[in-house]
């Protein structure tokens, strides 16, 4: 279910819910052709059985339809608690999007609708969701609840986040993740979406994010960055003025002269963070700005079912 291919049919909402619920819904139908086949059925009523759990409330009609073995829910059963981080910085309020652009092809548009279809989709399956935005600053913390009206708050501040006048805002990356790391006391699955446009020491970084891990917490990181720039340097062989959305810093040059040297410095990044959350038992994800937002569902629901 690719962004692209629901434009149309979701252009006209505004509202952020509606926008996350008809992507919910749309993957949720997607799913009896997926691997996840049958988990639809009854979405919200059901969890994967583990072995060595009872048996009592296996539901055996499903396990006819679907030969897998799936566990009846109950209303005040809260399986999971689930923490969204929010990069906010000037970094992520890139690209500069047209006015014929949809918000969420920026990076802080994806982020913010990627948290709310995360969070339409915990709240499907009446699961405890938290948020915390940072920048330069630690700028918003909410504890993991499950309650509608702590659901609705959430959504206003990712709305907030949206439609905040753009300032140039530093990334305290180091910080505010070990800040974050001290405040989720009780097991959690952290998901974390972030350009990872840092400047400083990279131990320290991955320091900060194996923080993330204490109390056996399971942590996911979404790398969010925008393809055709970022990854791919596709600016044509013109003299361009660069600028630096966080410092301000100015540099003018052709980038066909650069191109190749930026792009083995980019893989060459792209590989060391990889490799550093492989070491530390962080789930890493690239995922770009304008894609399907199929690929972070199935990441959340295949972590999900390892989270034991």
């Given amino acids: 279910m690719k962004i692209e291919s629901q434009k149309e049919k979701i252009s006209s909402f505004q509202h952020l819910q509606l926008l996350a619920n008809q992507v919910v819904e749309g993957f949720v139908s997607g799913m009896h052709k997926s691997p996840f086949h049958g ?16 048996t009592r409330h296996i539901d055996w009609k499903l396990f006819a339809k679907t030969d897998r073995l799936y566990s009846k829910r109950f209303e005040e059963e809260t399986n999971l ?6 990069d906010n910085s000037s970094s ?8 014929s652009q949809s918000f969420y092809e920026s990076k802080i548009g994806f982020s913010v ?15 405890a969701v938290g ?34 006048v753009k300032e140039k805002k530093n990334t305290d990356t180091i910080t505010y993740l070990h800040q974050i790391a001290q405040k989720i006391h009780r097991r959690s699955m952290i998901i974390l979406f972030t350009d990872m446009f840092h400047s400083g020491n990279e131990e320290a970084l991955f320091a900060a994010l194996q923080h993330l891990k204490h109390n056996k917490h399971k942590v996911v990181l979404f790398h969010v960055i925008d393809n055709e720039t970022e990854l791919n340097f596709d600016f044509g062989n013109v003299p361009k003025k660069f600028i630096d959305v966080e410092t301000g810093e100015e540099v003018a040059l ?34 770009a700005v304008g894609e399907n937002f199929e690929q972070i569902l199935l990441t959340y629901l295949a972590e999900k079912q390892n989270f034991g």
């Fill in 39 to 54: 988990f639809s059925a009854e979405f919200a009523e059901h969890k994967v059985y583990n072995v060595g759990e009872s």
């Fill in 81 to 86: 608690r689930c923490h969204l981080i929010i």
């Fill in 92 to 99: 992520m309020h890139y690209p500069k999007l047209k006015s």
């Fill in 113 to 127: 609708l990627a948290s709310a279809v995360l969070m339409n989709l915990l709240k499907k399956q009446r699961d």
């Fill in 131 to 164: 948020l915390s935005v940072f920048s330069d600053t630690y700028e918003y913390y909410a504890p993991e609840k499950g309650s509608d009206r702590h659901h609705s708050m959430l959504l206003n501040t990712l709305e907030n986040v949206l439609n905040q």
């Fill in 254 to 287: 052709f980038a066909d002269n650069v191109k190749e040297v930026y792009e083995q410095e980019v893989a060459d990044y792209f590989k060391k963070l990889s490799l550093s959350c492989a070491q530390n038992q962080i789930k890493y994800v690239p995922v």
